[in-house]
């Protein structure tokens, strides 16, 4: 029923510590239905490796992506690809759910109409000790940058065959832009005011590294992909 999209790297050789710790979150879900689907633009065999200690206990699908690398919108396009439930929920390597109930509330809250849901989350920089919980809306001018939604890891899509993948041109401003199109296509998200999900804060987070040229560049681009 559910597809667990994570695109991952190596993440300054965390990356294994990171999806191993979401492997441990998995396998407490008291919603077992799901599939976990990896792309990986990794260059060295930690995370493939990590998957193959949990094929076991988990259905993972394992993807080596050499496309695009370094692109996250990319990576995620990829594993999306690869999704076969009827629902995608996208998790970032470096996040992870915050209990054994997340996957069970999302299904629940996922009507029959439901397009697009979002969940509220919290921030742990060691996976234990939570902070700043954090509820989602949307804005028409999110895309401009100001995310009120937060990172696409509290998010799930229905897959469908006509479901929108994030732009391949955008690293800064991917998530904000792809929720631009989802309202324009689908109206505005359920939004599932229960903690689903905890983005991990560490110093190699993109949002640390990247370049203010970037950023002001990528503004340009999605103001002109939006007639703004």
């Known amino acids: ?9 190596e993440s300054d050789g965390r990356g294994a510590e990171f999806i191993e710790f979401q492997f441990k979150k998995f396998l407490q879900q ?10 990986d633009h990794s260059q060295d065999d930690e995370i493939e490796k990590a998957c193959l200690d949990f ?15 370094g692109k996250s919108a990319s990576n995620v396009n990829n594993a999306m690809r690869h ?16 209990d054994e109930f997340s996957l069970e509330k999302i299904y629940k809250s996922f009507g029959a109409e439901t397009k ?41 899509i229905r897959n469908d065959e006509d479901k929108i993948f994030f732009d391949d041109n955008l690293i800064w401003l991917m ?26 804060m560490w110093g190699s987070q993109l949002s640390a590294k990247m370049p203010q040229r970037t950023k002001d560049d990528e503004l340009l681009y999605v103001m002109g992909v939006h007639g703004v």
Not at 30 to 39: A, G, L, N, R
Request: charged share 30%; hydrophobic share 35%; proline share 4%.
């Open 83 to 98: 999704c076969k439930g009827e629902i995608i929920k996208i998790i970032f390597q470096d996040d992870f759910l915050r």
């Open 116 to 156: 697009w849901l979002i969940t509220s989350c919290e921030h742990s920089a060691d996976g234990e000790i939570f902070y700043r919980r954090f509820t989602p809306r949307y804005h028409d001018k999110i895309h401009l940058g100001e995310n009120t939604v937060s990172s696409p890891s509290v998010l799930s």
């Open 30 to 39: 008291t919603y077992k239905d799901f599939e976990v689907v990896i792309s």
């Open 175 to 200: 998530d904000v832009e792809y929720y631009k199109r989802l309202y324009n296509k689908w109206g505005p998200p359920t939004v599932l005011d229960e903690v689903g999900v905890v983005n991990r």
């Open 55 to 69: 094929k076991d206990r988990l259905e993972i699908k394992y993807l080596r992506n050499e496309k695009a690398r």
């Open 1 to 9: 029923m559910i597809s667990i999209a994570i695109p991952t790297y």
